[in-house]
T-cell receptor
Framework: DVKVTQSSRYLVKRTGEKVFLECVQD?????MFWYRQDPGLGLRLIYF???????EKGDIPEGYSVSREKKERFSLILESASTNQTSMYLC???????????FGSGTRLTVV | AQKVTQAQTEISVVEKEDVTLDCVYE???????LFWYKQPPSGELVFLIR??????QNEISGRYSWNFQKSTSSFNFTITASQVVDSAVYFC??????????FGTGTRLTVIP
């Protein structure tokens, strides 16, 4: 069964900590995405990557960075976590073009 | 500018009732794509359907059907004879392509047994 796996389901971090959210897909997909989901705001794109070592900013990249050293892995980094980054983070991948995304189960991050 | 509006924040229906989830979009592109995703309580979004702007044919898949109308910029989703397993948050999304999707805010559907 093809999958997108996010390393943590729940995470609690302190303000100012550097936080790594990991995402791995086993479908050999070219594209990978990081979204955050907040009540009343839907899903908002943070960053995406269409190839190894390539990245593009989405709608809300401030406070985040990403890393894609291998095709199957796409990491989201919160350089200095803040309470307004408390959210559900969703990773997704797709084959490119018109194909639908495959999503991971999400990481619910709480910054205290 | 791209925009997707799902005006229904929450809907509750009794099992076996039909329910329609509304989606209205805005775009200046002549070529675009519309999607529906389901997010069950487990959290993982599941792809349901993709439609391109040149294909206004309605689609039916089992108890699910989609009504795409360019004249009203709508892409509505109907579940016939709803079941408890249909309880989820449903998202409509718009894209110039699947590489850049704009999601609506979602509609939470609760099916009461």
């Amino acid at each position: 069964d093809v999958k997108v796996t996010q390393s943590s389901r729940y995470l609690v971090k302190r303000t100012g900590e550097k936080v790594f959210l990991e995402c791995v897909q086993d479908m050999d997909h070219e594209n990978m995405f990081w979204y955050r989901q907040d009540p009343g705001l839907g899903l908002r794109l943070i960053y995406f990557s269409y190839d190894v070592k390539m990245k593009e900013k989405g709608d809300i990249p401030e406070g985040y960075s990403v890393s894609r050293e291998k095709k199957e892995r796409f990491s989201l980094i919160l350089e200095s976590a803040s309470t307004n980054q408390t959210s559900m983070y969703l990773c997704a991948s797709n084959r490119g073009g018109l194909y639908g995304y495959t999503f991971g189960s999400g990481t619910r991050l709480t910054v205290v | 500018a791209q925009k997707v509006t799902q005006a229904q924040t929450e809907i509750s229906v009794v099992e076996k009732e039909d329910v329609t989830l509304d989606c209205v979009y805005e775009t200046r592109d002549t070529t675009y794509y519309l999607f529906w995703y389901k997010q069950p309580p487990s959290g993982e979004l599941v792809f349901l359907i993709r439609r391109n702007s040149f294909d206004e044919q309605n689609e039916i898949s089992g108890r699910y059907s989609w009504n795409f109308q360019k004249s009203t910029s709508s892409f509505n989703f109907t579940i016939t004879a709803s079941q408890v397993v249909d309880s989820a948050v449903y998202f409509c999304a718009l894209g110039p392509g699947a590489n850049n999707l704009f999601f609506g805010t979602g509609t939470r559907l609760t099916v009461i047994p």
